[in-house]
T-cell receptor, first 113, second 111 residues
Framework: ETGVTQTPRHLVMGMTNKKSLKCEQH?????MYWYKQSAKKPLELMFV???????ENNSVPSRFSPECPNSSHLFLHLHTLQPEDSALYLC????????????FGDGTRLSIL | EDKVVQSPLSLVVHEGDTVTLNCSYE??????LLWYKQEKKAPTFLFML????IEKKSGRLSSILDKKELFSILNITATQTGDSAVYLC???????????FGTGTRLQVFP
């Protein structure tokens, strides 16, 4: 139990569907992150939020839309995805942006048909 | 371009062996280096290193950083089957919280 919970654990969707990934952290942290992990590739940072404000958007296509309604919750809204978007999407949180370790959730395994 | 390179890509050992995993980096404005263990699920935090030459130790695991030669090693002594995992190295930029990850080393420990 890492204190970071992601749902759903697995998601299969068609290219025209709209779905959302959810992340909740119970650690009292102020910073949250989305990463993409594809096979045989390093984890890629997608978005960073600090105190509910986006501080980094790492050239991510607009078909991925993050939302951070409060410091405990982070969403990733998905729309019109492509087969190459199939991957493990990991959420992480840290106390703040002052060189603290990031703690990860178990991820959502996304498959695009 | 910033990069983090881990070696070997994979490693197969028997229980009781000692292993050394390597992480080299080329990153502007280095702030810290982190090691994570990833089994089937969430990467779990192992160590964060900021200063050269100071060993961090947790049980059978230890790690050290060389900021002059731009690398770190992770040692695991007396390996157990539960050590089987992908070990990830990441380097953090000084001015941001951005972590740059390597592709990981897959360690398999057989009885």
């Amino acid at each position: 139990e890492t204190g970071v919970t992601q749902t759903p654990r697995h998601l299969v969707m068609g290219m025209t569907n709209k779905k959302s990934l959810k992340c909740e952290q119970h650690l009292g942290h102020n910073a949250m992150y989305w990463y993409k992990q594809s096979a045989k590739k390093p984890l890629e940072l997608m978005f960073v939020y600090s105190l509910e404000e986006r501080v980094e958007n790492n050239s991510v296509p607009s078909r991925f839309s993050p939302e951070c309604p409060n410091s405990s919750h982070l969403f990733l809204h998905l729309h019109t995805l492509q087969p190459e978007d199939s991957a493990l999407y990991l959420c992480a949180s840290s106390q703040d942006l002052s060189n603290q370790p990031q703690h990860f959730g178990d991820g959502t395994r996304l498959s695009i048909l | 371009e910033d990069k983090v390179v881990q070696s070997p890509l994979s490693l197969v050992v028997h229980e009781g062996d000692t292993v050394t995993l390597n992480c080299s980096y080329e990153v502007t404005n280095f702030r810290s280096l982190l090691w994570y263990k990833q089994e089937k699920k969430a990467p779990t935090f192992l160590f964060m290193l900021t200063s050269s030459g100071i060993e961090k130790k947790s049980g059978r695991l230890s790690s050290i950083l060389d900021k002059k030669e731009l690398f770190s090693i992770l040692n695991i002594t007396a390996t157990q089957t539960g050590d089987s995992a992908v070990y990830l190295c990441a380097v953090r930029h000084y001015n941001t919280d951005k972590l740059i990850f390597g592709t990981g080393t897959r360690l398999q420990v057989f009885p």
